[in-house]
Antibody, heavy 123, light 107 residues
Framework: QVQLEQSGAEVKKPGASVKVSCKAS????????INWVRQATGQGLEWMGW????????GYAQKFQGRVTMTRNTSISTAYMELSSLRSEDTAVYYC????????????????WGKGTTVTVSS | DIQMTQSPSSLSASVGDRVTIACRAS??????LNWYQQKPGKAPKLLIY???SLQSGVPSRFSGSGSGTDFTLTISSLQPEDFATYYC?????????FGPGTKVDIK
């Protein structure tokens, strides 16, 4: 079945970087986008950006421009999200989600989600 | 960026109730609007895409409507497993945004 398997929890110090992985299975990795969404404890969902695994093209939310990098390794069907200059406010669960764009009207939605990776930023 | 708002922020309802959640976009987004359900400690689940299209496997008691700036998610008869937080999300441009969420709990 279609799955996104995320890497394990991370604890980082302020100023460090974190790199979270998302391994796809059950479908052709290069045929669908990967999005990254985060959620701080008790807060709502915050979209961070998307990546096209085929082209490597990316689009980032303005809030994360300059601090986030989304990459992939197509040989192992894995997407990565690296966030740098971490601060306490980056403590959150980070989700990857598959993005689908319909051929008619280009509607876009996220239909499969990973279980999330907890990133804790603490000194 | 397109801003999304939802109302109410929370509501209490009973099993069997009809529940309606509203979502508004800061500019017209045509029908580029999705709805997700999230339960505590779990990843979000897609319910509705393109404003009114039911995702495969989602019960038919869920429905979506609207276009332009105003949208609605309706649960026709609330079931125990529907107590959760619901988020709308726009996909009009490639800078996606979520609404703040509506928590549905038990009255």
């Amino acid at each position: 079945q279609v799955q996104l398997e995320q890497s394990g929890a991370e604890v980082k110090k302020p100023g460090a970087s974190v790199k979270v992985s998302c391994k796809a299975s059950g479908y052709t990795f290069t045929s669908y986008d990967i999005n990254w969404v985060r959620q701080a404890t008790g807060q709502g969902l915050e979209w961070m950006g998307w990546m096209n695994p085929n082209s490597g093209n990316t689009g980032y939310a303005q809030k994360f421009q300059g601090r986030v990098t989304m990459t992939r390794n197509t040989s192992i069907s894995t997407a990565y999200m690296e966030l740098s200059s971490l601060r306490s406010e980056d403590t959150a669960v980070y989700y990857c989600a598959r993005g689908i764009r319909t051929t008619l009207n280009s509607y876009y939605y996220m239909d499969v989600w990973g279980k999330g990776t907890t990133v804790t930023v603490s000194s | 960026d397109i801003q999304m708002t939802q109302s109410p922020s929370s509501l209490s309802a009973s099993v069997g109730d009809r529940v309606t959640i509203a979502c508004r976009a800061s500019q017209s987004i045509s029908s580029y609007l999705n709805w997700y359900q999230q339960k505590p400690g779990k990843a979000p689940k897609l319910l509705i895409y393109a404003a009114s299209s039911l995702q495969s496997g989602v019960p038919s008691r869920f429905s979506g409507s609207g276009s332009g700036t105003d949208f609605t998610l309706t649960i026709s008869s609330l079931q125990p497993e529907d107590f959760a937080t619901y988020y709308c999300q726009q996909s009009y441009n490639t800078l996606f945004t979520f609404g703040p969420g509506t928590k549905v709990d038990i009255k």
